[in-house]
Nanobody, 122 residues
Framework: QVQLVESGGGLVQAGGSLRLSCAAS????????MGWFRQSPGKEREFVAT????????YYADSVKGRFTISRDNAKNTVWLQMNSLKPEDTAVYYC???????????????WGKGTLVTVSS
C-alpha cells in the first residue's frame, strides 16, 4: 500500500519560509515523478510544482516560480518543497503526490497524501 505523509506545515508570517517534506512508503519513488499541489478554502486544488524521477525536470506554477523550490532524494524516498517569501495567498492545504509523469498539472499523479496546512499571516 502506497503512503505519502506530508509534514512541515504551520503558521508563518508573510515573508517567512517553510520547508515541507513528503515521505513515501510502499513503493520506491526512484521511478516516479513527485509533486506538490495545494487547495485553499473555497477553491479547487491547484498545481504548485512537480519534479521528474531523476530530478532532471522541474515545473512550477507561475505564482510560486522564483520563491518555491522542489527537490527530492530517491534514496530517502522523500520530496521537499522549500517555500520562501511566503504570501498570505499561499495559505492552503499542501498535498504531496506521486505518479508516472511530471508536468504542469495533476494528470500524471496517481497517489496522494492527506495534506499539511500552511497558514501565512499578513
Amino acid at each position: 500500500q502506497v503512503q505519502l505523509v506530508e509534514s512541515g506545515g504551520g503558521l508563518v508570517q508573510a515573508g517567512g519560509s517553510l520547508r515541507l517534506s513528503c515521505a513515501a512508503s510502499g513503493l520506491p519513488v526512484s521511478t516516479y515523478a513527485m509533486g506538490w499541489f495545494r487547495q485553499s478554502p473555497g477553491k479547487e486544488r491547484e498545481f504548485v510544482a512537480t519534479i521528474s524521477w531523476s530530478s532532471e525536470r522541474t515545473y512550477y506554477a507561475d505564482s510560486v516560480k522564483g520563491r518555491f523550490t522542489i527537490s527530492r532524494d530517491n534514496a530517502k524516498n522523500t520530496v521537499w518543497l522549500q517555500m520562501n517569501s511566503l504570501k498570505p495567498e499561499d495559505t492552503a492545504v499542501y498535498y504531496c503526490a506521486m505518479g508516472i509523469m511530471a508536468g504542469k498539472g495533476s494528470a500524471g499523479m496517481d497517489y496522494w497524501g492527506k495534506g499539511t496546512l500552511v497558514t501565512v499571516s499578513s
